[in-house]
């Protein structure tokens, strides 16, 4: 058996962003975007969800290339804004701790790492370091086609 003294003490976070949310609104997040998560080892990116916050909205976004999910939330009370790309194992893991909780969840995040920090439960994780495409959602494309 191995001693509680063996283990390292992971460092704190440093220039953190501290943000609130209630723990129904993140579970239903996470379920609602999970079918769209992709798995290619060749774009880690696909394999996360990537959450976004602005103000009074909090939206996830998922894709594997073929499917595309993107779920905006209304929350009551204004935040700080996040983007961070929330890995699918860290993701499964939230979303089961969730199913448990009631009390608001606080996210804490440097851009490197992140922190959800729940009633009883820690869950510390790196997160993706790759940009995240962004939807257009208005093409200005002007074509020019001759009949020779």
Partial sequence: MISTDEYTIPSSLDNIEEVLIEAITL???IAQSMFAVGND???PITSGIYITTKEKTFQCTASDGHKLVRNTYKLETPIKNLNFVLPTKAAKLIKSLTDKVTTPVTINHNGR????IFEN????????EENA???TLSFHTETTIRQL
Avoid at 113 to 116: G, Q, R, S, T, W
Avoid at 121 to 128: G, P, S
């Fill in 133 to 135: 495409r962004t939807i």
């Fill in 27 to 29: 579970n239903t997040a």
């Fill in 41 to 43: 080892e060749l774009r």
């Fill in 121 to 128: 439960d820690t869950l510390r994780y790196r997160l993706l």
């Fill in 113 to 116: 790492e992140a922190m959800f």
